[in-house]
């Protein structure tokens, strides 16, 4: 095999070899106005977005097609979070 051809799939085996970017999420809380309304939501967070300052673009774009502000975002977290949020965020859970 050739120098380049053994670089080659040197390469191609490290590219397996990396873990697969785990899913983000972010949980947040949103307000409409007249009448005030408030809700905490989930969200899955697309990219790498996988911080509350880049996360918060993501929301804040998403949720204000039906209205709503975002107010902050709590945190962001990975898949073992999700169960123990469902409940809180009730119909804003994975919503947007």
Same mark, same amino acid.
């Given at each position: 095999?050739?120098?380049?051809?053994?670089?080659?799939?040197?390469?191609?085996?490290?590219?397996?070899?990396?873990? $697969?970017? !785990? =899913?983000?999420?972010?949980?947040?809380? @949103?307000?409409?106005?007249?009448? /005030?309304?408030?809700?905490? %939501?989930?969200?899955?967070?697309?990219?790498n977005?996988?911080?509350?300052? $880049?996360? !918060? =673009?993501?929301?804040?774009q998403?949720? @204000?097609?039906?209205?709503?502000? /975002?107010?902050?975002?709590? %945190?962001?977290?990975?898949?073992?979070?999700?169960?123990?949020?469902?409940?809180?965020?009730?119909?804003?859970?994975?919503r947007?």
């Open positions: 095999m050739t120098k380049p051809r053994i670089m080659a799939c040197a390469a191609a085996l490290m590219l397996l070899a990396l873990p $697969a970017q !785990a =899913a983000c999420y972010a949980d947040y809380k @949103a307000k409409q106005d007249n009448p /005030l309304r408030l809700h905490y %939501g989930t969200i899955r967070i697309d990219g977005a996988c911080n509350p300052g $880049a996360a !918060a =673009a993501q929301i804040r998403r949720i @204000a097609r039906d209205g709503w502000t /975002l107010l902050n975002v709590l %945190g962001v977290f990975d898949e073992s979070g999700l169960a123990e949020r469902k409940a809180s965020a009730g119909q804003f859970h994975l947007y």
